[in-house]
């Protein structure tokens, strides 16, 4: 039971364009979510969160939008740069009983982004 | 740099043996995560220690075991490997534990063969 969800294993934008990447969730008991960049062979780089008791956070050129009701959220980078090509997984974690505090990722989507 | 270690890098091994990992987490933070990433799984939750207690189980195996010690460093324990085993063994740090962002180490590849 796949509880993070990250339908677009890949996705190809040209330099200085948008970036949007996908994220849809279950457990609705999730009330932290985060986004993670990772390069080969090295750990997952903390990139932006989001609280559930928010709807958007920006941090630079990375947007984080949470839609609740949708159990939806997505990564917006303006403008993309070719160094952000990477997996990007999204992470959300909550009161799950047992687990409180684990991390649950989706499966993560490549980005490309082509100078 | 996140600040998190971890020892070795790399882990090449045969089936049947038993293999420690190591992490020492950013100064300053009392929790320590273990994950899993295998290729057909992405990034599973193992095991949580904070300040020297074990907090949360996932889907750790029986043949696998953690511990967090007073310097706040945490090893896992895997034995008895199998070709299966064979993975990305992630730790992660954060300050209490409790719903906070995870900083997460490099990162040991290990291969059972």
């Known amino acids: 039971d796949q509880q993070v969800k990250q339908n677009s294993p890949s996705l190809s934008v040209q330099e200085g364009r948008i970036s949007i990447l996908n994220c849809d969730y279950t457990n609705s008991m999730f009330d932290y979510f985060l986004w993670y960049k990772k390069y080969p062979a090295e750990g997952p780089t903390f990139l932006i969160s989001?609280?559930?008791?928010?709807d958007k956070n920006e941090d630079g050129r990375f947007t984080v939008f949470l839609n609740k009701s949708a159990k939806h959220l997505s990564l917006h980078i303006v403008p993309s740069q070719p160094g952000d090509s990477a997996v990007y997984f999204c992470?959300?974690?909550?009161?799950?009983?047992?687990?409180?505090?684990?991390?649950?990722f989706g499966k993560g989507t490549l980005l490309t982004v082509n100078p | 740099d996140s600040g998190v270690t971890q020892t070795p890098k790399h882990l090449i091994t045969a089936t049947g043996q038993r293999v420690t990992l190591r992490c020492s987490p950013r100064?300053?933070?009392?929790?320590v995560y273990w994950y899993q990433q295998s290729l057909d799984q992405g990034l599973q939750f193992l095991i949580q220690y904070y300040n020297g207690e074990e907090r949360a189980k996932g889907n750790i195996l029986e043949r696998f075991s953690a511990q967090q010690f007073p310097d706040l460093h945490s090893e896992l324990n895997l034995s008895s490997l199998e070709l299966g085993d064979s993975a990305l063994y992630f730790c992660?740090?954060?300050?209490?534990?409790?719903?906070?962002?995870?900083?997460f180490g490099p990162g040991t590849r290990l291969l059972v063969l």
């Open positions: 992660a740090s954060s300050v209490s534990g409790s719903g906070e962002t995870q900083y």
């Open positions: 992470a959300a974690m909550g009161n799950s009983g047992g687990s409180n505090y684990k991390l649950t």
């Open positions: 100064s300053g933070d009392l929790s």
């Open positions: 989001i609280s559930s008791i928010k």
